[in-house]
Structures are given as structure tokens and as C-alpha cells.
């Protein structure tokens, strides 16, 4: 099954690999992953061989009924040396900031900040808050933020 199009918008994408998942925090992660550079980290998962051989198997696991990010290879593939080189400080900001919404990996919020622009900063906040509403039992306790 075909994920993309050269004429898929990186939200898109990001909803085509959404139609099994029902846990929040990686519905936030990968809309976050969409809507980012127009879904640069997924359009890569979905065509980088070398993304895929670092990982040591494919990032978008096709194996179910609807492709999903394959979060585990996901972070098997942060923890590989070199993976990172064609990436800007931001692209692996945001990745990092995906992966930490779904528990794997602490990253420092001053660097986060630092790396990226205003508009990106917003979508990570959007991110947050979907998140967050995983984690809030009561829906009037639900932190909800403007930027």
C-alpha cells in the first residue's frame, strides 16, 4: 500500500498513517510529523533506504491492515551513530520533541526553543496539548494553550 503522492500534503500523509492508531500521544506525534516542514521526517521514513538501514528495518510498518510509524524502529534508529547528518537542527528538534511525547527519550526544552522558529514552536504546543489530553482523566482538567 502506496502512502504518499508527490502530490500528498505532509498532513496528508500524516492522517493516512493514522487510520489504526487510537493512542492520543501518537496520533499528536505523527500529525506533528505532518504538518512539520510539510512531513519531512515522514516522507522520509516512507523513502529513505539509509533511514531504514540504520534502523535495521523499516520505519513505516506496513504489516496491519493500514500503515503506522514504527515508533520502536524509530527510536532504534536515534540511537545509531550518523543517522542525524542530513538533517537541520530543527528537523531533529521536532523529531526529538515526537518521540519525547510518547515517553521515549528526555530532551532539554532550552535547546528545542532554540532551534526552532515561531511557527514550528506553535505546532510543537499543538502537539503538546493533543498529548496531554491522554493523559488528563478529567476533560476539565485539560491544559489547553495559546501561542
Keep these: 500500500m502506496t502512502v504518499m ?5 505532509g ?5 493516512s498513517l493514522l ?5 492520543e500521544r501518537e496520533q499528536a506525534a505523527t500529525r506533528l510529523l505532518g504538518a512539520h516542514h510539510d512531513g519531512v521526517w515522514l516522507r522520509r521514513f516512507t523513502g529513505d533506504p539509509d533511514l531504514a538501514a540504520a ?8 504489516t496491519g491492515a493500514c500503515p503506522v510509524v514504527d515508533w520502536a524502529a524509530v527510536r532504534k534508529l536515534r540511537l545509531s551513530l550518523g543517522w542525524s547528518r542530513r538533517a ?8 526529538e520533541f515526537a518521540c519525547s511525547l510518547l515517553g521515549s527519550g528526555a530532551i532539554e526544552l ?7 522558529d515561531r511557527d514550528t514552536f506553535r505546532l510543537l504546543l499543538r502537539a503538546l496539548e493533543e498529548a496531554a489530553r491522554a493523559d488528563s482523566p478529567d476533560p476539565r482538567s485539560q491544559v489547553v494553550l495559546s501561542a
Design 110 to 116: 532550552r535547546h528545542v526553543m532554540g532551534a526552532v
Design 19 to 23: 487510520k489504526d492508531v487510537g493512542d
Design 55 to 62: 534502523a535495521g528495518r523499516p520505519l513505516i510498518d506496513r
Design 5 to 9: 503522492t508527490d502530490t500528498t500534503t
Design 88 to 95: 537541520s537542527t530543527g528537523d531533529l528538534a521536532v523529531l
Design 11 to 15: 498532513a496528508q500523509l500524516a492522517q
